[in-house]
């Protein structure tokens, strides 16, 4: 229901730390809402990271400018690593530093489940074992990665209590576990391991100096990921199908693929060889959750060209314009 708001949400639902606590929160993930939680870093905006309807609906939570790549959740170390591929220095890390304020960015693994999505696209995965105990509980109560970025909206700082959490998104996400005060109060160190020397994307929770002790030399520092996590180019190189994308498209050339969006149905439609519409009721949330693989899907026809339909800039439009400008960018 977050991702496809018909009517006025219902309001934020406080839910207590406590075994009762634990299983609505659990049960509401799983069920596909967005739930506020604790983690010893800040507070999370979790959701189903296997789910791209319940990942929209995070973006839309937050008013988050674009698709950045999300960090999954999970309980254990060996949940964790079921979702990646991980050399000798991920694997060094992640018994080092797991459960903790680290995340480890690797291959995503064959059987992984975190979706598209919630990767923004890109072939790795950002992996993280809170360590917090009620963090991890419900973790294990809900039994699939949960994709949580900080909770506050979109540049805003991180909420590091329930009451910030609340001042940014009550009556916009499902509920709230409270836990309290964060102990950290920072968010993750993110490392990534993609072969060759590990690399710092974000200071954080674990200091250079304790990753240094571990790896026996100091990582390399990358650079920034906040907004285009390894470098502007990769994001769109990963994510870009393989034909020729067309944007603003308002008339179709015979043989071309289709991304429709909305009511809108632009000349020539009919000699189209596939199309795909993000959303028939124009829902941007909708149409976010759909963009990856209806891409996908569209560069599977074989056409050399997906012409895309304007999408409206409102709301999620915007990022999902953006990542349709990333996909057409030249390469
Ligand atoms: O402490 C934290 O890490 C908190 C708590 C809730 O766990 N979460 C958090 O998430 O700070 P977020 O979304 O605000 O930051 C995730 C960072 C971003 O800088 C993002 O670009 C990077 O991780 N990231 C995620 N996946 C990545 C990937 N595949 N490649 C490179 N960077 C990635
Ligand atoms: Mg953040």
């Known amino acids: 229901m977050d991702g496809f ?50 990942v929209a609906g995070i973006y839309a939570a937050k008013e988050r400018p674009s698709f950045n790549p999300l960090i999954a959740h999970l309980p254990t170390r060996a949940a964790a690593m079921a979702q990646g591929v991980f050399d000798a220095h991920a694997q060094k890390l992640a018994e080092h530093f797991w459960p903790g304020p680290l995340t480890l960015v690797v291959p995503v693994a064959p059987g992984g489940t975190v979706c598209d999505l919630a990767r923004a696209g890109l072939d790795s995965v950002a992996l993280r074992v809170p360590g917090h105990a009620l963090a991890r509980d419900l973790l294990a109560r809900v039994g699939r990665p949960v994709a949580a970025p900080s909770a506050n909206r979109s540049g805003r700082v991180s909420p590091t209590r329930a009451a910030h959490v609340l001042a940014d998104l009550d009556g916009r996400i499902a509920a709230i576990l409270d836990g309290g005060d964060c102990p950290v109060g920072v968010e993750s160190s993110v490392v990534a391991c993609l072969g060759g020397p590990p690399r710092l994307l974000r200071p954080g929770g674990v200091t250079r100096e304790a990753l240094a002790a571990v790896l026996g030399f100091s990582p390399e520092t990358g650079g920034e990921v906040g907004a285009r996590p390894v470098g502007p180019g990769l994001l769109a190189s990963h994510y870009a199908p393989r034909a020729g994308v067309r944007l603003d498209a308002t008339r179709i050339a015979p043989g071309e693929a289709v991304l429709l969006f909305g009511a809108f149905r632009p000349e020539g439609l009919a000699e189209a060889c596939a199309a795909e519409n993000l959303s028939e009721a124009g829902i941007a949330e909708e149409a976010a959750a759909r963009l990856f693989s209806a891409l996908r899907r569209l560069d599977a026809s074989g056409a050399s060209v997906i012409a895309v339909a304007p999408v409206p800039e409102a709301g999620l439009g915007e990022a999902i314009n953006d990542r349709l400008r990333r996909a057409a960018a030249p390469r």
């Open 5 to 54: 708001p018909s009517t006025a949400p219902p309001p934020t639902r406080r839910l207590s730390a406590d075994a009762a606590g634990l299983e609505q929160a659990a049960a509401l993930i799983a069920a596909g809402r967005l739930v506020a939680l604790p983690t010893e870093t800040v507070y999370g905006l979790g959701a189903d990271a296997t789910d791209p309807a319940a």
